[in-house]
Nanobody, 127 residues
Framework: QVQLIESGGGLVQAGGSLKLSCAAS????????MGWFRQAPGKEREFVAA????????YYGDSVKGRFTISRDNGKNTMYLQMNSLKPEDTAVYYC????????????????????WGQGTQVTVSS
């Protein structure tokens, strides 16, 4: 089992920045893929970004490319999401996710592929 706890959400003005963190605990010794998803009210959960075990491969949803950066520190069992140039449409609950192993690149954007989820952190961007 892996437990995930997100932090860093909050209220920010359009054009501003936030950095989310996701701390993992439990059975974290095996290589595993991690990712961020978000869900706005009345909308389906959306893929934001994912990262390989080494951090050498990163993947982004089209709506955040060039603005968000995903990273991880395996020594701290923590993943990050640096969000810049935030827009009101980025407002959502952001969820951290982890699989129990390494996901092939073609599946990292599929929420059903992830085994573990955090409780989510609210990000609100005002116009």
């Amino acid at each position: 089992q892996v437990q995930l706890i997100e932090s860093g959400g909050g209220l920010v003005q359009a054009g501003g920045s936030l950095k989310l963190s996701c701390a993992a605990s439990g059975r974290t010794s095996r290589p595993y893929t991690m990712g961020w998803f978000r869900q706005a009210p009345g909308k389906e959960r959306e893929f934001v970004a994912a990262i390989s075990w080494s951090g050498g491969s990163t993947y982004y949803g089209d709506s955040v490319k060039g603005r968000f950066t995903i990273s991880r520190d395996n020594g701290k069992n923590t993943m990050y999401l640096q969000m810049n140039s935030l827009k009101p449409e980025d407002t959502a609950v952001y969820y951290c996710a982890a699989d129990s192993a390494l996901l092939p690149p073609r599946t990292v954007a599929e929420a059903d592929e992830y085994d573990y989820w955090g409780q989510g952190t609210q990000v609100t961007v005002s116009s």
